[in-house]
């Protein structure tokens, strides 16, 4: 009975070679499962074998995604895998998306099935539903141990060639593909049947929820910005150096306003960031590489702008969940309008 | 609003409507390999990119390059 080969793709968290300060190495190979794919080996018991692991910074592959992925591919071809898995990723979005752009160069390079998973906020999962199938996960590695089986089981059932249920069934991310069957009633009696019930406030169960994205139309061009007061807002977790508002390094649960008016440039004594998804070495040396206000200053004296506003709001975008960014953004947005605020620069790492 | 972020993929997927791309993740309107001066200017010209895509009439999401 032939042994499946897979090959498995982590970062370099899972790796166990470092946190954030290790988000930039380059791709990396070693032989065998490591990290969460001895989990991932145990899964698929004797049937297939995890014979190599490749490894990548998610900060690098979000940088350099060609030349990763150039690199990564002849790393995994060189293995002749069988099914390659990527992840999962849960709720790390750059991990999601490097995830998500791997797989589908493998799928596309080697003509064998990948299989990954990520938490439904994960801005992988809107990325790559359509190229394969992303298993449904819990929003962090706790959940590690009840995903990577499934991980595994729909891999393996790809690998047979068997059917594949229902995204319910399988518990993978509804993929948006739409797949021809008879049913008993035509469409119309269905359709006025649920009319019916809608009609009587009885409840209903549509047979095609509509995706919620969340767009907005594009708001008209500024005519003379000499007239408009701008605002700076961030994502990057950029707060003074006590965090009095006590905002989270990921998943804030609260937005900060923070005047600047006294500073020509973000001063690294009385600022510090607090975000917890990147590496903060860079923007402690100068925050200004996070919230522009040496440059933004400058063009305010200059008359380019008509004036920057006194204060920058911030919040950390790690983790941070949808609803909650929402509602961040609505209460804020509320502000800068009140204050009249004509425009806005938002800066995110 | 014009959002500037170095994963462009991820700003187009939640909507931003004007992207600027950012150099890079921990550093988005910076680069720690250039000096200072040369820096500074790296983000002037970011910036001013924002600028000229808050000046820009677009339809769709746009990319401004």
């Keep these: 009975m032939k042994k499946f080969r897979v090959v498995h793709y982590i970062n370099n968290f899972f ?38 692991t490749v490894i990548c910074g998610d900060s690098y592959y979000g940088e350099n995604m060609e030349s990763a992925e150039e690199e990564l591919l002849e790393m995994i071809k060189e293995q002749s895998p069988d099914l390659f898995i990527a992840g999962p990723a849960f709720n790390a979005g750059r991990y999601g998306v490097a995830c998500g752009a791997i797989a589908k160069a493998v799928q596309e390079s080697l003509d064998i099935p990948v299989v990954s998973g990520m938490y439904e906020e994960n801005p992988g999962v809107d990325m790559f539903k359509k190229e394969f199938h992303i298993i449904k996960t819990g929003n962090s590695a706790a959940d590690m141990r009840h995903s990577m089986p499934k991980l595994a089981t729909l891999g393996m059932k790809l690998l047979k060639g068997d059917l594949i249920g229902s995204p319910s069934e399988e518990q993978y991310h509804t993929r948006g593909i739409r797949i021809n069957y008879f049913n008993d009633k035509r469409g119309s009696l269905r359709a006025v049947e649920m009319l019916l019930k809608k009609v009587k406030g009885q409840t209903y169960e549509t047979e095609y929820p509509m995706p919620d994205f969340g767009q907005v139309a594009p708001n008209p061009a500024i005519k003379d910005f000499t007239q408009v007061k701008v605002a700076i807002v961030t994502s990057g ?101 009140e204050d009249g605020v004509g425009a806005v620069i938002l800066t995110s790492t | 609003m014009v959002h500037i972020a170095t994963v462009v993929p991820i700003a187009l997927t939640v909507g931003a409507n004007r992207i600027v791309p950012a150099i890079g993740i921990p550093y988005p309107l910076g680069n720690p390999n250039l000096e200072p001066i040369a820096e500074k200017k790296l983000r002037r010209s970011i910036v001013e990119r924002a600028l000229n895509a808050l000046e820009t009439e677009i339809e769709d999401q746009t990319v401004f390059e």
């Design chain 1, 15 to 52: 790796a166990g070679i470092g946190g954030e300060e290790k988000a930039d190495i380059p791709p990396e190979m070693r032989v065998g499962a490591h990290g969460p794919g001895l989990a991932l080996q145990q899964a698929f018991g004797e049937e297939a074998e995890v014979v190599a």
């Design chain 1, 237 to 337: 977790g950029v707060v003074p150096t006590d965090n009095p508002d006590r905002i989270e390094s990921s998943s804030a649960t609260k937005y900060g306003i923070y005047d600047i008016s006294a500073y020509e440039a973000m001063p690294s004594d009385v600022f510090t960031t607090i975000h917890g998804g990147y590496d903060r070495t860079y923007a402690l040396e100068d925050i200004n590489r996070v919230v522009p206000l040496d440059v933004m200053r400058e063009l305010e004296k200059e008359g380019r702008i008509g004036s920057l506003e006194k204060y920058f709001v911030t919040t950390t975008g790690t983790g941070t969940s949808v609803g909650n960014a929402r509602r961040f953004g609505q209460e804020f947005s509320q502000k800068l309008m």
